[in-house]
């Protein structure tokens, strides 16, 4: 079974989305990525992101993905609006305004809610570190028998998430502004 991941279409070095706020960065790796805690301080405060200096204004029209500094996805408001209903039982959208120069967007982060064994860790090269988990090097081996999925996030390395088939279809046939590339070898 192969997988897929999600990329932008901006061909600019520095894209990434950079989230502000004092404690944000923790308090949205615990939630968003290692599935930890209520969510409860975003019931308090909106989301903002900071794009960096290489993108610009007119991109955050023409983008339907972005790559956040957290391995946490960012759609635009049309790819929420098509997909929601599909991907509502794995993946759980909250509303994040961008920031580039003097104007904003209002995006959605993603809450990857599947966690399955997406990495096959005896086959993925993995340099292995002191007191942390494997760093494994590029490319990364996937499971062949992964069931039905369209979104999920590894359960051992939750940094890694990666898409269906039948999703990067989906997202073909709607003509998103993303590109899709296979994440096995």
């Not at 930890?36 to 955050?60: H, P």
């Not at 339907?64 to 993946?91: A, T």
Request: hydrophobic share 40%; aromatic share 12%; with cysteine.
């Amino acid at each position: 079974m192969k997988i897929y991941e999600i990329r932008s279409i901006l061909r600019k070095r520095e894209t990434i989305i950079m989230f502000k706020g004092k404690g944000n960065n923790d308090r949205l790796l615990d939630f968003f990525i290692l599935n930890q805690g209520d969510g409860r301080f975003l019931q308090y405060t909106r989301l903002r992101g900071i794009a960096q200096c290489d993108m610009k204004e007119n991109d955050l029209e023409r983008c339907d993905f972005l790559h956040s500094f957290l391995p946490c996805p960012i759609f635009s408001q049309r790819f929420v609006e098509k997909m929601s209903s599909i991907l509502k039982d794995v993946v759980t959208f909250y509303p994040i305004d961008i920031y580039c120069g003097d104007k904003s967007k209002m995006f959605f982060i993603a809450k990857i809610n599947n966690y399955i064994d997406l990495i096959n860790h005896e086959k993925s090269e993995a340099l292995k570190l002191e007191n942390r988990n494997d760093l494994f090097m590029i490319p990364i081996v996937a499971n062949e028998n992964l069931g039905n999925f369209l979104i999920a996030r590894d359960t051992k390395e939750v940094v890694f998430w990666g898409i269906s088939e039948e999703l990067k279809d989906i997202i073909i046939r709607e003509k998103f502004k993303m590109k899709i590339c296979e994440m096995q070898q």
